[in-house]
């Protein structure tokens, strides 16, 4: 069995400090890992994904994400948050189908 | 390319009429075609999967239906809609076999009065 966990269902930042949304999963499995973003009232699009090679996974947008075993986590990082950041970001774990489990979702606020 | 597109992209509907709502997938074909239901602070749910025409798998109970008509087409049916049934309800694709990434439609919203 898969699951998820996002702390922090709201996270708010200023322009220009660091972001970090947590992620915790759970898999029996070796674990292929995600962070999708959807802006409001839209589709989910993918930031970044880990299937089991480098640990620490580039995407788009200037966000990066660890895979930590020990920790079982999958934190998303920026350095710098810009105004255009702001939506809400999903976690999910899959094992190696497409049938996907979600976070319950971190809001990211930006404030100027 | 492939792209995947869903509508309506709202809808309003009183308690106890039908619904339809359809994702078509182009570019592709065979694609695992999946429903999942947004609900405000509850996440994404995942409703049903599709592996092909005709194969449907329920994952929760509820008062919703799926069908596969087309390779590329995937429909979300209630006969009579609930309160409940109110979300955002997305449709996405398995881009490529066995790298767990989905690609999602726009979605569309169902607000039930």
């Known amino acids: 069995a898969q699951s998820v966990t996002q702390l922090g269902s709201h996270v708010s930042v200023s322009e220009g400090a660091l972001v970090l949304l947590r992620c915790n999963y759970s898999s029996s499995v070796p674990p292929y890992l995600f962070w999708y973003v959807q802006y409001p009232n839209q589709g989910l699009q993918l930031l970044l994904k880990?299937?089991?090679?480098?640990?620490l996974v580039k995407g788009i947008n200037g966000f990066e994400a660890e895979f930590k075993k020990s920790e079982t986590s999958f934190h998303l990082t920026k350095p710098s948050a810009h105004m255009s950041d702001a939506a809400e970001y999903f976690c999910?774990?899959?094992?190696?189908?497409?049938?996907?489990?979600f976070g319950t979702g971190t809001r990211l606020q930006v404030f100027p | 390319s492939q792209t995947i597109h869903q509508w309506p992209a709202t809808l309003v509907q009183p308690v106890g009429s039908p619904l339809s709502l359809e994702c078509t997938v182009e570019g592709t074909s065979n694609p695992n075609l999946y429903w999942y239901r947004q609900a405000a602070g509850r996440g994404l749910q995942l409703l049903f999967y599709?592996?092909?025409?005709?194969?449907i798998s329920s994952e929760v109970p509820q008062n919703l239906s799926a069908s596969r008509p087309q390779d590329r087409q995937f429909i979300l049916s209630s006969k009579k809609l609930l309160l409940s049934d109110s979300g955002f309800y997305l449709c996405?694709?398995?881009?490529?076999?066995?790298?767990?990434?989905?690609?999602f439609g726009e979605g569309s919203r169902l607000t039930v009065l």
């Open positions: 599709s592996v092909g025409i005709g194969q």
């Open positions: 880990y299937t089991s090679a480098a640990t």
């Open positions: 996405a694709w398995g881009g490529q076999p066995n790298t767990g990434e989905l690609f």
């Open positions: 999910a774990v899959g094992g190696n189908t497409d049938k996907l489990i």
